[in-house]
Nanobody, 124 residues
Framework: QVQLVESGGGLVQAGGSLRLSCAAS????????MGWFRQAPGKEREFVAF????????FYLDSVRGRFTISRDNAKNTGSLQMNSLKPEDAAVYYC?????????????????WGQGTQVTVSS
């Protein structure tokens, strides 16, 4: 089973940028669609973005489209989420996860291999 480790979170002012990374163990990473999710205090975990196995398709939550960019490097077993123009409502713990389907459901329940998460805090 592929294990994931997120990094890159931190404190940033509104309007600023952060780049999150997701490091995967094992070459099987390239056989999965990779996604990013987030969970703010007192809220349910929500989908943010996903990228298909070979990176040719991406899908975003409406509120982050145009500000966030998901990418992956299968040769390095890594994924990233570039977050620009951050808003206070983007603050959350961000998680990466994997799904065997090419175009999976965005429900967190259908995803697996969750990492431990990385905290993103956005000050206004």
């Amino acid at each position: 089973q592929v294990q994931l480790v997120e990094s890159g979170g931190g404190l940033v002012q509104a309007g600023g940028s952060l780049r999150l990374s997701c490091a995967a163990s094992g070459r099987a990473f390239r056989t999965y669609t990779m996604g990013w999710f987030r969970q703010a205090p007192g809220k349910e975990r929500e989908f943010v973005a996903f990228i298909t196995r070979n990176g040719d398709s991406t899908f975003y939550l409406d509120s982050v489209r145009g500000r966030f960019t998901i990418s992956r490097d299968n040769a390095k077993n890594t994924g990233s989420l570039q977050m620009n123009s951050l808003k206070p409502e983007d603050a959350a713990v961000y998680y990466c996860a994997l799904n065997p389907s090419t175009f999976p459901s965005i429900s967190p329940n259908s995803w697996g291999s969750w990492g431990q998460g990385t905290q993103v805090t956005v000050s206004s």
